[in-house]
Nanobody
């Protein structure tokens, strides 16, 4: 079992920045990759960024150049640094971990005002 706890969401003006954190606990040795997804009202959940255990990263085209995913292995934590936020980034952001199963955090709201 893997437990994920997210933090760092909030309300920010367009052009601002936020950093999301996702702390993993439990069977963290089994995790192959961690990532961030988001879901806006009325839309499907979509991948924002992912980082593998080897450090490889992928990003959604809509956030490339603005968001950066990183990890601190000592703290078992993955971060999502979000710069240049836009109103269309408004969503609930979910942390995700892929091991033998897929695990999800509880979600954190990010609201970007215009």
């Amino acid at each position: 079992q893997v437990q994920l706890v997210e933090s760092g969401g909030g309300l920010v003006q367009a052009g601002g920045s936020l950093r999301l954190s996702c702390a993993a606990s439990g069977s963290i040795f089994s995790i192959n990759a961690m990532g961030w997804y988001r879901q806006a009202p009325g839309k499907q959940r979509e991948l924002v960024a992912r980082i593998t255990s080897g450090g490889s990263t992928i990003y959604a085209d809509s956030v490339k150049g603005r968001f950066t995913i990183s990890r601190d292995n000592a703290k078992n934590t993955v971060y999502l640094q979000m710069n240049g936020l836009k109103p269309e980034d408004t969503a609930v952001y979910y942390c995700n971990a892929v091991a033998r199963m897929v695990y999800w955090g509880q979600g954190t709201q990010v609201t970007v005002s215009s």
